[in-house]
Nanobody, 121 residues
Framework: QVQLVESGGGLVQAGGSLRLSCAAS????????MGWSRQAPGKQRELVAF???????NYADSVKGRFTISRDNAKNTVYLQMNSLKPEDTAVYYC???????????????WGQGTQVTVSS
């Protein structure tokens, strides 16, 4: 059973920073892309950033230059460093990871439970 556990959310003033972490645990044979999405009240979930196993990254236009995604493959952990936060960044942030539980299993996208980020003006 694979679990993704997020941490690092909270309340911060506009212009501040937060660092989110997401650790995958359980039976993991191999891993591929990992990423972060967010969902604000009344809005659809949107992709924020993802990072491939080789370290290539991609960001939503709204966060380019402010957010940085990174990963530690040895720890099965993905991070999201968020700088220059704006009130419109307020949302529940979800991590995801494409993992295989064994050599026989297909790659499955797992999701974390979400962590609240609130940016006050």
């Amino acid at each position: 059973q694979v679990q993704l556990v997020e941490s690092g959310g909270g309340l911060v003033q506009a212009g501040g920073s937060l660092r989110l972490s997401c650790a995958a645990s359980g039976s993991i044979f191999s891993r591929n892309a990992m990423g972060w999405s967010r969902q604000a009240p009344g809005k659809q979930r949107e992709l924020v950033a993802f990072i491939t196993i080789s370290g290539n990254t991609n960001y939503a236009d709204s966060v380019k230059g402010r957010f940085t995604i990174s990963r530690d493959n040895a720890k099965n952990t993905v991070y999201l460093q968020m700088n220059s936060l704006k009130p419109e960044d307020t949302a529940v942030y979800y991590c995801n990871a494409d993992l295989r539980g064994s050599i026989k299993d297909p790659s499955i996208r797992y999701w974390g439970q979400g962590t609240q980020v609130t940016v006050s003006s």
